[in-house]
């Protein structure tokens, strides 16, 4: 893959490619002030990651989230490839013509494995089958249905009694609500990061060891079967061979 280029859109440092930092050596772009860059690299890239934080994705005073979502859509009108994971896929989402809806509950946050569609057993999410995940998330992705929808190629590939979209795909793009990518030897990072959120869940020092032992217990595994994940989408895309 020496030749295949990836851009990565971090909204907040430690949420970064993790595992997935080995298969797409990615170029990071930070968003913020001054995003989007001038010049043509997040259009022209094989691959366009985006990647999670903590905001909602239609949180009008973060302008820059309209402009990924802007720039999402002409990436996805050029048949280019779009990965999006957490944050990520809710401007994937958004930029399919679906909605962003607030949860019903308290934030769904720690290891789980997620239910996989007909379709989802037959993507490349099938080397996550049974397999608990990285949930941190709030806000709950609706998917677009109607003809554009169709032509998109948009269908849901996972569940969880949580949320009923917990991963979906189009033509050219996969979404993510979950977190594959996350990498296990860096969890404390996540949980300075998001202390405010622990916080508002009640989370002590016991909850805290417990969320660190299934770190390791199910991250011990996932890094395998998250890179087969992106490199199987890959291919299946024609992107890599």
Known sequence: MSAFTTVALRHVAFEDAGLWDDVLHPTYVDVGAGFPPAGPELLDADLLLVL??????????????????????????????????????????????????????????????????????????????????????????????????????????????????????????????????????????????HVGELDALGYGPEDLDQFREETVRYGSELSGLSQDLVLDWLRELGEIG
């Open 52 to 193: 999670g934080g903590p905001v909602n994705a239609t949180d009008p005073r973060f302008p820059c989230l309209a402009d990924e979502v802007d720039l999402i859509r002409s990436r996805l009108a050029t048949g280019r490839p779009v990965l999006g994971v957490c944050l990520g896929a809710q401007l994937l989402a958004l930029a399919l013509d679906g909605e962003v809806l607030p949860g019903t509950g308290p934030m769904q946050v720690g290891w789980s494995p997620v239910e996989l569609t007909p379709a989802g057993a037959e993507s490349p999410l099938r080397s996550l089958a049974g397999h608990p995940v990285l949930h941190w998330h709030g806000d709950s992705i609706s998917l677009p249905v109607g003809e554009k929808a169709a032509a998109d190629g948009v269908e849901r590939l996972a569940s969880d009694d949580y949320s009923t979209v917990q991963a979906f795909r189009s033509r050219y793009a996969l979404g993510l609500q979950f977190h594959a990518e996350v990498d296990p030897a860096r969890i404390e990072q996540w949980f300075l990061g």
